[in-house]
C-alpha cells in the first residue's frame, strides 16, 4: 500500500498546482485501488477526477462498475452504468459482462437476462465470458432448463 499511498498524495500535488494527470493514469490508481480493497478512496477519486475536468473513458467507467459489482454494489454500478452512456460513452463487452456477472452473482437473474438482452440490441456481441456467467448464475441458482436457451 505504500506506492499506493504516494500515488495518491502525487495526485494531490498535481491538483494543487492545477496540473491534471492524463485518464490512463487515473485509471492505474483506480484499477490499484480497487484491487486492494479501497472502494470509498476510489469511488471519491473518482468523483474528483470528474470535477477536476479530467474525462473518464470506457476503461475508466469499466473499472468502477467492475468493482461495484463484485462488492454487490449493484445500485452504484447501474448509477455509473446511466451516467457513462449520459456521457456518451458507449458501454462494451467487459462492461456488460460486469454487470450480468454482478446481477448474477445475487441471483437477480431477471436483471442479468435484461442486461443481456440490452447487449445483444446495442450491438455488442457476447462472448464465452458473458455465456459462462449467465450459465453459472443458472446453474447457482438452480434454474438449469434457462441455461440452456442461451
Do not use: W
Request: net charge positive; aromatic share 10%; proline share 3%.
Amino acid at each position: 500500500l505504500g506506492m499506493l499511498n504516494e500515488a495518491s498524495e502525487c495526485f494531490l500535488r498535481m491538483k494543487r498546482f492545477r496540473v491534471l494527470p492524463k485518464a490512463r493514469s487515473c485509471n492505474y490508481l483506480l484499477h490499484r485501488l480497487s484491487k486492494v480493497g479501497k472502494g470509498e478512496l476510489s469511488r471519491k477519486f473518482f468523483k474528483d477526477m470528474i470535477r477536476a475536468g479530467i474525462a473518464p473513458s470506457v476503461f475508466t467507467f469499466n473499472i468502477m462498475i467492475d468493482y461495484m459489482c463484485k462488492e454487490g454494489d449493484l445500485k452504484t454500478a447501474r448509477s455509473l452504468f446511466a451516467q457513462m452512456k449520459e456521457m456518451g460513452i458507449t458501454p462494451d463487452i467487459v462492461t456488460y459482462n460486469s454487470l450480468i456477472d454482478g446481477h448474477g452473482k445475487l441471483g437477480q437473474l431477471d436483471d442479468s437476462v435484461s442486461i443481456f438482452e440490452e447487449m445483444k440490441g446495442a450491438c455488442c456481441d457476447p462472448d464465452v465470458i458473458t455465456f459462462n456467467a449467465l450459465i453459472n448464475c443458472f446453474c447457482k441458482f438452480e434454474r438449469m432448463p434457462l441455461a440452456f436457451e442461451f
